[in-house]
């Protein structure tokens, strides 16, 4: 299953009980992951994180076996940076998804191009300042 995060605290007893499979979508730290709002338009981090360390912090081994990470490459998004943040605070790597640029509409498409960067090439910029960045993916 693929959540936010943002209601893990109310279901996670649940989600253990009956042994789910999760992804948490959260793009790294704060500023990373600032893009993720509520629809008044607070930013969800830190309700993501703390429920990610409840759950964590609760169920050791379950999160081991049973909970990875999805991160979403957009403009403030770094290679490093996210990945030492999934490392240093959950002791995992994130699995990093491209914004979808499928159904964009044509309103949208100047905002969109704004959000949007680039993986690879980001990826093999990123990996010229640091070799061993490639050797990660």
Same mark, same amino acid.
């Given at each position: 299953?693929?959540?936010?995060?943002?209601? =893990?605290?109310?279901?996670?007893?649940?989600?253990?009980?009956?042994? $789910?499979?999760? $992804?948490?979508?959260?793009?790294?730290?704060?500023?990373? !992951?600032?893009? +993720?709002?509520? %629809?008044?338009?607070?930013?969800?981090?830190?309700?993501?994180?703390? /429920?990610?360390? =409840?759950?964590?912090?609760?169920?050791?081994?379950?999160?081991?076996?049973?909970?990875?990470?999805?991160?979403?490459?957009?403009? +403030?998004?770094?290679? =490093?940076?996210?990945?030492?943040?999934?490392?240093?605070?959950?002791?995992?790597?994130?699995?990093?998804? %491209?914004?979808?640029? $499928?159904?964009?509409?044509?309103?949208?498409?100047?905002? $969109?191009?704004?959000?949007?960067?680039?993986?690879?090439?980001?990826? !093999? +910029?990123?990996?010229?300042? /640091?070799?061993? =960045?490639?050797?990660?993916?």
């Amino acid at each position: 299953m693929t959540t936010n995060g943002t209601l =893990l605290d109310r279901y996670m007893d649940f989600l253990v009980k009956w042994d $789910f499979s999760l $992804f948490v979508s959260i793009d790294g730290n704060e500023y990373h !992951n600032s893009f +993720r709002t509520y %629809a008044n338009g607070k930013n969800s981090y830190e309700k993501v994180y703390n /429920n990610i360390s =409840l759950i964590k912090r609760m169920y050791p081994s379950y999160f081991v076996r049973k909970v990875e990470f999805n991160s979403v490459f957009h403009k +403030r998004s770094s290679y =490093l940076e996210v990945s030492n943040f999934f490392k240093k605070e959950f002791g995992k790597s994130p699995l990093f998804l %491209a914004l979808n640029t $499928f159904g964009v509409v044509d309103e949208k498409k100047d905002e $969109f191009k704004k959000l949007y960067k680039n993986p690879v090439e980001t990826l !093999n +910029r990123e990996s010229e300042c /640091n070799p061993n =960045l490639k050797e990660q993916f």
